[in-house]
Nanobody, 122 residues
């Protein structure tokens, strides 16, 4: 079973850059037509797709976050990472990494990390 685990700081100051890493086990980030994805959920709000890096290295970003987001990978470590710049308190959320695959006509996040809480505060 594929396992994902997020790591990174729990507290970030406004205007700083958030850096999170997702370590993947029991599955390769370079195979299987998968998209390795960052999703967040702010308090009291729904899930928000932030962006993905596909098995071939292609990246896709949410239009609302595109100017502040960068997703990269380290294939030697089977990890992918998120950088979100110009952090504000509105970016306070639980951040999840997940694997997304296509199932018939839909894209489904079938494996998730447990999530990591990030608070933006001075």
């Amino acid at each position: 079973q594929v396992q994902l685990r997020e790591s990174g700081p729990g507290l970030v100051k406004p205007s700083q850059i958030l850096s999170l890493t997702c370590t993947v086990s029991n599955g390769s980030i370079t195979t299987g037509k998968s998209a390795w994805t960052w999703i967040r959920q702010a308090p009291g709000k729904g899930l928000e797709w932030m962006g993905s890096i596909a098995f071939d290295g292609s990246t896709y970003y949410s239009p609302s976050l595109k100017t502040r987001t960068s997703i990269s990978r380290d294939t030697s470590k089977n990890q992918f990472s998120l950088q979100l710049s110009s952090m504000t308190p509105e970016d306070t959320a639980t951040y999840y990494c997940a694997r997304v695959v296509q199932q018939h006509a839909d894209y489904v996040a079938d494996y998730w990390g447990k999530g990591t809480q990030v608070t933006v505060s001075s």
